[in-house]
């Protein structure tokens, strides 16, 4: 009985044994299994780790290029725009430093006038600075003439006939006479010889060089030693002009005589209208204020 129960043991011991070999096997490769599985894990792990610090740095990379091409961009956009200031600051040089050259240009062409002989040619019926004239027109109208400044070459007068105020400056040579500049009802009548800007071409009321009949419409001399009585008083020595214009619907001529007279300017002007329904105007100094 003792060696059965012995026996009995030994067998319990032996399938115990056998039974751990069995289970060890899959045990081991279940350890195993989960050892790889695990490596797997940490090695996706690992992998998805890669990948997002990739991804970031594209996205770093791609951040940097885009953020390298806004600063390309403002440094572009700020060179556009410093060109585009330094193109305007040119210009509005250019613009300052012509208007500048234009101001010296009529300047200089002031200054370059030679210095006139008071004395000589036509020059000595030139009117005084500050002489006001009053004429009479058909006995009835007055209108006068006011010599507003006066210069080497230049005479601006202001010429009022009832409500209608016309300033005129002329260039004024021994040579002759000429309207360079012409306003209707100005804002001021003060000296504008250094600010007008004259028209061209001017339009020529005498020329000392140019004589003739007076059958033209541009002016031509007819005498240049009449003497003349007007109300104010008589002159010797007066330079007489004459022009004849034509009317382009009527047909008629209408002829313009004008009187100047030494120191005075113009002393009288007639005015005859030929044809149908024809007449004749005239206007001659009655007062000088000096």
């Known amino acids: 009985m003792k060696h059965l129960w012995l026996w009995g043991i030994i067998m319990v011991c032996l399938l115990a044994a056998c039974s751990n070999d069995q289970a060890s096997p899959e045990n081991l490769e279940s350890s195993q299994d989960q050892t790889d599985a695990s490596g797997q894990d940490e090695q996706s792990a690992q992998d998805t780790a890669d990948d997002k610090e990739t991804n970031t740095d594209d996205k770093s990379s791609d951040a940097d290029k885009n953020s390298s091409d806004d600063t390309a961009n403002d440094d572009s956009e700020g060179q ?17 430093k012509s208007q500048t050259e234009d101001g010296k240009s009529n300047s200089s062409n002031q200054e370059k006038e030679p210095k006139q002989d008071l004395n000589k040619g036509f020059n000595q019926y030139r009117p005084k600075e500050g002489l006001e004239k009053t004429f009479v027109q058909d006995e009835e109208y007055e209108l006068t003439y006011n010599t507003v400044a006066v210069n080497n070459t230049l005479v601006q007068r202001v010429v009022k006939f009832g409500d209608i105020v016309t300033l005129q400056i002329l260039k004024w040579t021994s040579d002759g006479a ?25 339009v020529n009321i005498v020329n000392m060089n140019k004589k003739g009949k007076g059958i033209k ?38 002829v313009v005589t004008d009187y100047y007279a030494k120191d005075l300017g113009l002393i009288k002007e007639t005015r005859e209208v030929k044809g149908n329904n024809g007449y004749t105007s005239k206007s001659e100094l009655e007062r000088v204020k000096k």
Request: negative net charge; charged residues 30%; hydrophobic residues 20%.
């Open 80 to 96: 556009s725009a410093d060109q585009d200031t330094t193109d305007g600051t040119s210009s509005n040089n250019s613009d300052d």
């Open 217 to 254: 419409e541009q002016w031509e001399v007819i005498n240049t030693d009449k003497k003349v009585k007007v109300p104010y008083k008589s002159f010797d020595h007066v330079v007489v002009v004459r022009q004849t214009l034509t009317s382009e619907s009527s047909g008629n001529k209408t």
């Open 178 to 202: 000429s309207i360079v500049y012409q306003e209707q009802s100005p804002e001021s009548t003060k000296n504008q010889l250094d600010s007008y800007d004259p028209y061209e071409p001017p």
